[in-house]
């Protein structure tokens, strides 16, 4: 997304015409998630797996930010939904770029008169639906298998909190792109990335569990301000619509910076 990226050569089209495009793209790229049965495995059904097996072996209960005693699986629906939205709009999506670019693939793409900004956003629009189908799913999940319920009211804070999260880390994931070399190494960087961040961040372990210092090196990084921005939803103190207006500015922030890191570094062509 360099300046060169975002010349495609196309004629100019209209606005309407360009929204066109960007459906039939999404479509596509709809297609292509949907082919690909690593990338089903790990974006759909890996973060229910962990929904799963962290509700059912884990119990007791633990503190909200307010104060406020939820149970353990309560606190695992917003905390899985994150990892869900991670793994759609950042892991799937990184490791699918630097595998297109190194095959050349990306590069054919930018060939066709196809906008450049048509196929991110076409990539980037896939990446969010994908992710809210998944809170949807854990959400809907842990009411039907462990009794967590639903707080109606406070439901704009999990949409608003899910589509913000998922727009950052796709930002995030172009960024990142950028800087790993070859596909064979996009994975095991992204694991080294995510797995210590799920830890530190609330993710696998309860946030009030976590030391103070632990929990301050956590806010550095826009994954804790998403799990807790998911969490205030769920929190019996919150009150509607359970917007976190202040871990929302941090995920704001955060992609405005990946958007621009993006818009200098990335590349469309292999190394």
């Known amino acids: 997304m360099s300046a060169t990226a ?7 089209r209209g606005s309407g015409a360009d929204w066109r495009l960007v459906l039939h793209q999404a479509r596509y790229e709809l297609i292509s998630f949907w082919c690909n049965p690593q990338s089903r495995f790990f974006t759909l059904v890996f973060p229910i797996i962990f929904l799963v097996i962290f509700s059912a072996v884990i119990h007791g209960t633990t503190t909200t930010p307010s104060g406020a005693k939820i149970k353990i699986s309560v606190y695992y629906v917003p905390g899985i939904a994150t990892l869900a939205i991670m793994a759609a709009s950042f892991v799937n999506l990184a490791v699918s770029i630097v595998t297109q670019r190194e095959n050349g693939i ?3 793409r930018r ?3 196809v906008p450049s900004w048509v196929l991110i956003a076409g ?6 639906l994908v992710a809210l189908v998944m809170v949807t799913a ?3 999940i842990g009411r039907l298998a462990f009794g967590v319920p639903v707080p109606g009211s406070r439901l704009p804070g999990v ?4 589509v913000l999260g998922a727009l950052t880390f796709c930002c995030l994931a172009f960024a990142l792109s950028a800087f790993i070399g070859t596909a064979d190494a996009a994975q ?4 080294f990335v995510t797995l210590p961040l799920y830890f530190i961040s609330g993710v696998f372990i309860p946030d009030a569990n976590n030391p103070r210092w632990l929990r301050d090196v956590a806010n ?7 799990a807790q921005a998911e969490l205030r939803a769920f929190d019996p103190g919150a009150t509607a619509p359970g917007i976190a207006w202040g871990h929302l500015l941090v995920l704001a922030i955060w992609g405005v910076g990946s958007l621009v890191v993006a818009l200098r570094f990335f590349r469309w062509a292999p190394r």
């Open 106 to 108: 990306l590069k054919r």
């Open 6 to 12: 975002v010349d495609s050569g196309a004629k100019p």
């Open 111 to 113: 060939a066709t008169p």
């Open 220 to 226: 550095v990084f826009p994954v804790r301000h998403l």
């Open 123 to 128: 990539r980037a629009a896939v990446a969010v």
């Open 188 to 191: 095991p960087v992204l694991q």
């Open 138 to 140: 854990i959400i809907v």
């Open 159 to 162: 949409a608003l909190a899910s």
